[in-house]
């Protein structure tokens, strides 16, 4: 079963960067197909960017576009969110998901494996 940890959370300003990646054990990552969700307090879970397992295919919730940049090294076993011009609005528990279908996809019941989160805090 793959396990799931993610790392580079943290208390950032506005209009700042941070890189968070997500990395594997237990099994490889370079079939499933990958993604980053973010839930806020009191919201619902929202999609935020997937990749595919070839890292061909990436796509990202219009709220993010232009400013996050998804990746993957399969050699590494990770997968990486590089969130720049950050807002306060990004603020929320950032997790990333595997699923077995490889390709790129967007809904959150499509993944079957999950990680416990990072924080991340855009000041104002």
């Known amino acids: 079963q793959v396990r799931l940890v993610e790392s580079g959370g943290g208390l950032v300003q506005a209009g700042g960067s941070l890189r968070l990646s997500c990395a594997a054990s237990?099994?490889?990552?370079?079939?499933?197909?990958m993604g980053w969700f973010r839930q806020a307090p009191g919201k619902e879970r929202e999609f935020v960017a997937t990749i595919s397992r070839s890292g061909g295919t990436t796509y990202y919730a219009d709220s993010v576009k232009g400013r996050f940049t998804i990746s993957r090294d399969n050699a590494k076993n990770t997968v990486d969110l590089q969130m720049n011009s950050l807002k306060p609005e990004d603020t929320a528990v950032y997790s990333c998901?595997?699923?077995?279908?490889?390709?790129?996809?967007?809904?959150?019941?499509?993944?079957?494996?999950w990680g416990q989160g990072t924080q991340v805090t855009v000041s104002s």
């Open positions: 998901a595997a699923r077995w279908d490889g390709s790129a996809w967007y809904a959150s019941h499509e993944y079957s494996y």
């Open positions: 237990g099994g490889t990552l370079r079939t499933y197909g």
